[in-house]
């Protein structure tokens, strides 16, 4: 039980800060309106780590549904864990955005893009073409978990392993995250675009879902192959 509530208010707190800044960089007559790309990234980052320091003791902080799965499929999480891991990251996930909803409360009507709106829940590929989207995801989760796995592998003062793996985030979404805006996470793309579609957000779109099983299959598979290709090479 604590470490379901370990990934779930893990989860949440990732949700809060990751769909958070993204929220104060799309959503009008913010303070931090249009203030860019780099923004977004390091905010990701930022809540990687600060919600891996957060229950990490509690849990081992997978905080994602790719991870957990990579993990097992190497032997190094037991199997029977995974559903209660999936369940608590989608149900954090899930409050997570409906916090950032309530956050941004007065910018929904403020907004009239609706891409916009759908964009701080959940990702939205920059040109639309399934297989491209697919690589994009792989290899973003890829990158993610063989680099989880190798940032592991070094000695580093304690806990300054987080804040690098926070880092390992942001250079994902610098490097590769323009194409698709590197969901990498199932459980980040898939429960938020839910409460998108669930709560009562001013003049929204649809949700998306022809595009929803992109960024939640191709991180399942970058993620089991990145992992398995990390301790197959060392």
Same mark, same amino acid.
């Given at each position: 039980?604590?470490?379901?509530?370990?990934? *779930? %208010?893990?989860?949440? *707190?990732?949700?809060?800060?990751?769909?958070?800044?993204? #929220? $104060?960089?799309?959503?009008?007559?913010?303070?931090?309106?249009?203030?860019?790309?780099?923004?977004?990234?390091?905010?990701?980052?930022? /809540?990687?780590? %600060?919600?891996?320091?957060? &229950?990490?003791?509690?849990?081992?902080?997978?905080?994602?549904?790719? %991870?957990?799965?990579?993990?097992?499929?190497?032997?190094?999480?037991?199997?029977? @864990? &995974?559903?209660?891991?999936?369940?608590?990251?989608?149900?954090?996930?899930?409050?997570?955005? &409906?916090? +950032?909803?309530?956050?941004?409360?007065?910018?929904?009507?403020?907004?009239?893009?609706?891409?916009?709106?759908?964009?701080?829940?959940?990702?939205?590929?920059?040109?639309?073409?399934?297989?491209? @989207?697919?690589?994009?995801?792989?290899?973003?989760?890829?990158? !993610? %978990?063989? $680099?989880?796995?190798?940032?592991?592998?070094?000695?580093?003062?304690?806990?300054?392993? +987080?804040?690098? &793996? #926070?880092?390992?985030?942001?250079?994902?979404?610098?490097?590769?995250?323009?194409?698709?805006?590197?969901?990498? @996470?199932? /459980?980040?793309?898939?429960?938020?675009? !839910?409460?998108?579609?669930? !709560?009562?957000?001013?003049?929204?779109?649809?949700?998306?879902?022809?595009?929803?099983?992109?960024? +939640?299959?191709?991180?399942?598979? $970058?993620?089991?192959?990145?992992?398995?290709?990390?301790?197959? !090479?060392?």
């Amino acid at each position: 039980m604590t470490a379901f509530l370990g990934e *779930l %208010v893990g989860t949440m *707190l990732l949700i809060i800060l990751g769909d958070g800044v993204v #929220g $104060g960089v799309v959503l009008k007559e913010t303070k931090s309106h249009h203030s860019g790309w780099i923004v977004i990234t390091l905010g990701w980052g930022l /809540a990687v780590a %600060v919600a891996a320091y957060s &229950v990490g003791k509690f849990s081992g902080a997978h905080l994602n549904p790719a %991870v957990t799965l990579g993990l097992a499929a190497t032997g190094a999480f037991a199997w029977e @864990n &995974v559903p209660a891991y999936w369940l608590a990251q989608f149900i954090g996930a899930f409050l997570g955005a &409906v916090v +950032v909803y309530l956050h941004y409360l007065p910018h929904w009507e403020k907004t009239e893009d609706k891409d916009a709106k759908l964009g701080v829940f959940c990702t939205i590929p920059a040109i639309r073409n399934p297989l491209t @989207n697919f690589i994009s995801e792989f290899i973003g989760t890829f990158v !993610l %978990v063989f $680099g989880l796995l190798a940032i592991g592998a070094n000695e580093f003062a304690q806990g300054l392993n +987080v804040l690098i &793996v #926070g880092f390992l985030v942001v250079s994902i979404g610098l490097s590769l995250g323009g194409t698709t805006g590197y969901a990498i @996470n199932p /459980a980040r793309d898939l429960a938020p675009r !839910l409460a998108h579609f669930l !709560l009562p957000i001013p003049n929204k779109r649809n949700s998306d879902w022809g595009y929803a099983w992109i960024p +939640v299959i191709a991180p399942l598979v $970058g993620g089991v192959l990145g992992a398995l290709i990390y301790t197959s !090479l060392f």
